[in-house]
């Protein structure tokens, strides 16, 4: 959502912050816009569309000085008015984020004297940078000053016309600064500055940062400080597509890797898997797939405990009554760790007394930081904005902290514990199996169907979820999932002839249930992909694609289950030519509400 690149030094500042934009492409946007400093005049050039479009308007100008936005549309349309950067007086700034006031604000503004062009938020939030700066002509003061005044989330890049100086701060929104031998970058995430520097320092809230060409100063309530920088672990090429056609393909190529690496840090730090057996209540709380993996946490935590764990969408938790006190568990989960609505659920966590457990991949993101306690799932930069790599990491983490309480509590033996653990140890290996598989067949059998269904139930359920998801994110076929039982209570009325069904059954206990939803859909005509556990017997007759996932423990077969539902998103979407790493509409971190 929204990408923000900004640079002051010696170099060209143009081809800079547009390589830096195209970096976050992944979070997905749909107008850009530069602003740099040309004959002492600040030079504002945006566009609707890609990137490349922007590009056909830039000149040969140089410029040392350049701050650049890729905007994904909130207040307003798409088109080239409402692109950033915004422009209002003495004052240029580009903006991620909602300003929620700005219409109280807009009005004031508008009573000043002041007009507008647009319909953003950004537009007001530039005019009011103006107004004070205007009555204070002082720069820090009228930062200082429009942080008390603005209310929703910003990261914004402020220069003003009669200084080259980016000034930088943010509320909710990330940014990072970072020195490198070619000059000072601003940028919403790391990959936009990789090829210059892995050293970076992390914007605080209630922090001003001062970005001149040769010298970067920190600030916080009007007072100097010093920052520690922060260095970016993975390599350049974590960042990169490395031959692979796609970011997609690589990310969901790349997770027996990232799973083996994980299970060994965590099997050799088992004391780093929260204890979580004295918790009377646990809450988990997400957005999208990271929901999606909550989901199974449950199956896999219930398994153990004797009470419900309550999983909820973060948009909904935090606007509804959790029943919270000082012995429940709020488990958050976030590839990102900056979506701003579990960001505030686990604000209203915290507030109710509850203890909060992160699990997250960006390394000191926001979650990462408030979050009484944090896993890091280590899956590395993930780019395409359908996370494959990320999720997957996520139900393995949930999966060894139900591990971790079947043990703590007993429920598991010792004999149990090494069965579970070689489980464990062979996903990588399974999946690397799943990933040679050929899904061509059944790929040109739904690519061009407008409705498929997923069924299944508990487990399989969730990762049915989880598939139809990844299906529509990236091929736009309207995909509905219901639990296997449930579907003939009025959708099955629009199962025909050929409507592909993707049916899972990999939970022994309800296998045969699950088959029998199956045969009924069967029965009216589906096409029916069955993913079932490979020793789990069924007739030819009620499939028409098969697909066998290794039998193993219900904590690690989810894992399994969902890596040919990636690939045949991804060969679905291929196959109807989609920008499948960044799908319409979508942004891979979601920084407003
Ligand atoms: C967006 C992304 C999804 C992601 C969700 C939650 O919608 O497109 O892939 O699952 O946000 O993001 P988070 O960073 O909190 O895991």
């Known amino acids: 959502m929204c990408g923000i690149m900004g ?101 004031k503004l508008i009573k000043d004297g002041y007009k507008f062009k647009s319909e953003t938020d950004t537009e007001v939030a530039c005019a009011l940078i103006d107004s004070i700066y205007q009555k204070k002509k002082d720069k820090l003061k009228t930062l200082i000053e429009i942080q008390t005044i603005l209310k929703g989330s910003y990261a914004f890049l402020i220069i003003f016309n009669d200084e080259k100086t980016i000034y930088a701060l943010r509320h909710g929104s990330p940014l990072i600064i970072a020195e490198s031998s070619i000059g000072n970058l601003i940028a919403s995430d790391i990959p936009a500055i990789l090829e210059y520097t892995k050293e970076y320092y992390l914007l605080e809230e209630g922090e001003i940062a001062e970005i001149k060409e040769d010298n970067i100063i920190f600030y916080q309530e009007g007072k100097e400080i010093k920052k520690d920088k922060l260095i970016f672990e993975h390599d350049l090429s974590s960042a990169k597509k490395e031959g692979y056609s796609h970011f997609m393909l690589k990310e969901i190529y790349e997770q027996p890797k990232v799973i083996d690496n994980f299970l060994k840090y965590y099997f050799e730090n088992f004391n780093l898997i929260p204890d979580i057996r004295n918790y009377k209540k646990i809450h988990i709380v997400a957005c999208g797939s990271a929901y999606h993996a909550g989901l199974l946490g449950k199956v896999f935590l219930e398994e153990y405990l004797d009470f ?58 926001s979650l990462a930081r408030e979050c009484d306690d944090v896993i890091y799932i280590n899956a590395g930069p993930e780019i395409a904005v ?50 040679k598989e050929d899904y061509q067949d ?89 993913l079932k556990r490979n020793d789990l017997k069924v007739e030819e007759t009620v499939y028409d694609k098969l697909i066998n996932i290794p039998k193993k423990n219900n904590l690690v077969m989810p894992i399994i289950t969902i890596i040919p539902l990636q690939l045949i998103a991804f060969e679905v979407a291929k196959k109807l030519g989609y920008d499948i790493d960044k799908p319409r509409n979508l942004a891979k971190s979601v920084t407003v509400e």
């Not at 948009?315 to 488990?331: A, G, H, Q």
């Open 7 to 107: 640079y002051n030094g010696n170099k060209n500042a143009i081809p800079i912050v547009i390589n830096g934009l195209k970096s976050l492409e992944y979070r997905g946007y749909d107008s850009s816009g530069i602003a740099y400093f040309f004959n002492n005049n600040i030079k504002v050039i945006k566009e609707k569309g890609r990137i490349s479009e922007l590009e056909k308007l830039i000149s040969d100008d140089k410029s040392n000085l350049c701050i650049g936005h890729t905007r994904w549309a909130t207040h307003g349309s798409p088109n080239r008015i409402n692109a950033h950067p915004h422009n209002v007086g003495s004052v240029t700034i580009v903006h991620n984020g909602i300003i929620e006031n700005y219409h109280e604000l807009k009005n």
């Open 308 to 365: 419900n764990v309550i999983v909820e969408t973060s948009s909904e938790y935090r606007y509804s009554k959790p029943f919270i006190d000082k012995d429940t568990l709020v488990i958050l989960i976030s590839q990102s760790g900056e979506t701003a609505d579990t960001l505030a659920a686990m604000r209203l966590a915290k507030e109710k007394g509850a203890k909060t457990l992160g699990i997250v991949n960006v390394i000191g993101s």
């Open 386 to 435: 359908a996370t494959t790599k990320a999720y997957t990491l996520q139900v393995l983490t949930l999966s060894l902290i139900a591990f971790k309480l079947g043990i703590n509590l007993n429920k598991i033996t010792k004999e149990e514990q090494d069965i579970i653990k070689n489980d464990y140890l062979l996903i990588s290996k399974e999946i690397k199996k799943l990933l």
């Open 442 to 530: 059944l790929v040109n059998k739904i690519y061009k169907k407008e409705h498929i269904f997923f069924i299944g139930r508990l487990m399989d359920y969730y990762s049915c979820l989880e598939g139809s998801l990844k299906l529509k994110e990236i091929s736009y076929i309207h995909s509905e999932t219901y639990p296997a039982g449930e579907l003939k209570h009025g959708t099955i009325s629009l199962i025909e002839d050929n409507t592909p069904i993707i049916g899972i059954a990999t939970d022994d206990n309800i296998y045969e249930k699950t088959i029998s939803n199956i045969k009924e859909v069967k029965a009216r005509g589906a096409y029916v992909i069955l």
